[in-house]
């Protein structure tokens, strides 16, 4: 069993910055692939980032490339997305997500309940 607990989020001017942060009880979290995902309003849920479970692979959805970083440190059982140069069109709810098993996107095994990010023009 896992519990996710996603913070970080809040209101932000386009072109600032943010990290959110996802913290993971349980003695398992080295094991499970982490990713963050975002639900715009009006929109269906999107992938965003993924990290491998050892932290070496990682992939992004293409618009947010060289913007946001995904990261996760083991020992802390936190994962963390590093905003950068943020836009109108990254305002969503964000939730960070766990699977068993390197995937992109999909269901996943666990579920953070979100962290709202707004990015004002």
């Known amino acids: 069993q896992l519990q996710l607990v996603d913070s970080g989020g809040g209101l932000v001017q386009a072109g600032g910055s943010l990290r959110l942060s996802c913290a993971a009880s349980?003695?398992?979290?080295?094991?499970?692939?982490m990713t963050w995902f975002r639900r715009a309003p009006g929109k269906e849920r999107e992938f965003v980032a993924v990290i491998d479970n050892s932290g070496t692979i990682s992939r992004y959805k293409d618009s947010v490339k060289g913007r946001f970083t995904i990261s996760r440190d083991n020992a802390k059982n936190t994962v963390y997305l590093q905003m950068n140069s943020l836009k109108p069109d990254d305002t969503a709810v964000y939730y960070c997500?766990?699977?068993?098993?390197?995937?992109?996107?999909?269901?996943?095994?666990?579920w953070g309940l979100g962290t709202q990010v707004t990015v004002s023009s």
């Open positions: 997500a766990a699977n068993s098993y390197y995937k992109l996107g999909g269901p996943h095994d666990y």
């Open positions: 349980g003695r398992t979290f080295s094991t499970y692939t």
